[in-house]
């Protein structure tokens, strides 16, 4: 059972930039397309980011194009997600796992809170 650890949150003001780890156990996380979801209080959890198994194909939302960065280094079983010109309307619960739409998603982690905040 892969496992999910997420890190690298906090408190930051607007404009500033924080970079996102997630370390999975196991062997299945290189063949796996990864995605960095977020959620907010009252939200529901959504996908911002995304990348394919070789790290070659990338996905962002709108609300964070230009901004957030995702890369994964498949010997390190970790995925990041570089954040700048972060905005309070960043602030949520970050977290990691691949992309289930076909299949179920790994247990979620903990999960690393970012706030965006002056």
């Known amino acids: 059972q892969v496992q999910l650890v997420e890190s690298g949150g906090g408190l930051v003001q607007p404009g500033g930039s924080l970079r996102l780890s997630c370390k999975a156990s196991?062997?299945?996380?290189?063949?796996?397309?990864m995605g960095w979801y977020r959620q907010a209080p009252g939200k529901e959890r959504e996908l911002v980011a995304s990348?394919?198994?070789?790290?070659?194909?990338?996905k962002s939302a709108d609300s964070v194009k230009g901004r957030f960065t995702i890369s994964r280094d498949n010997a390190k079983n970790t995925v990041y997600l570089q954040m700048t010109s972060l905005k309070p309307e960043d602030t949520a619960v970050y977290y990691c796992?691949?992309?289930?739409?076909?299949?179920?998603?790994?247990?979620w982690g903990q999960g690393t809170q970012v706030t965006v905040s002056s």
């Open positions: 796992n691949r992309l289930h739409s076909t299949v179920p998603p790994w247990p």
């Open positions: 990348i394919f198994s070789g790290g070659s194909i990338t």
């Open positions: 196991g062997s299945a996380f290189s063949i796996n397309p």
